[in-house]
């Protein structure tokens, strides 16, 4: 319910502390410049919270998704090199 709340108010400020210094991650060590903007990755500049702007939620599952995803396409990529020597 507080979802839909947020999306018929257009709340834009942190989920957590309720802040409105709020701005979109550029880079981060899990998905460089590409995995951030795919995720809508943002961070409080209050309390240092990040979330997916569109959802309001934590991220962690969309992270843990897209680096797996990255090892398979990387792991198959390796095998597929190698095995072409």
Same mark, same amino acid.
């Given at each position: 319910?507080?979802?839909?709340?947020?999306?018929?108010?257009?709340? #834009?400020? *942190?989920?957590? /502390? =309720?802040?409105?210094?709020? $701005?979109?991650?550029?880079?981060?060590?899990?998905? @460089?410049?590409?995995?951030?903007?795919?995720?809508?990755? #943002?961070? *409080?500049?209050? /309390? =240092?919270?990040?979330?997916? $702007?569109?959802?309001?939620?934590?991220?962690?599952? @969309?992270?843990?998704?897209?680096?797996?995803?990255?090892?398979?396409?990387?792991?198959?990529?390796?095998?597929?090199?190698? $095995?072409?020597?």
């Amino acid at each position: 319910m507080a979802d839909q709340l947020n999306e018929f108010t257009n709340e #834009t400020g *942190c989920p957590k /502390c =309720g802040s409105g210094i709020v $701005s979109p991650v550029k880079y981060t060590w899990w998905g @460089g410049l590409l995995g951030p903007k795919m995720l809508h990755h #943002t961070k *409080c500049n209050a /309390c =240092g919270y990040t979330y997916n $702007s569109k959802t309001r939620k934590s991220n962690t599952n @969309g992270i843990i998704i897209y680096s797996v995803i990255l090892f398979a396409i990387a792991f198959a990529l390796f095998f597929i090199a190698r $095995s072409s020597y």
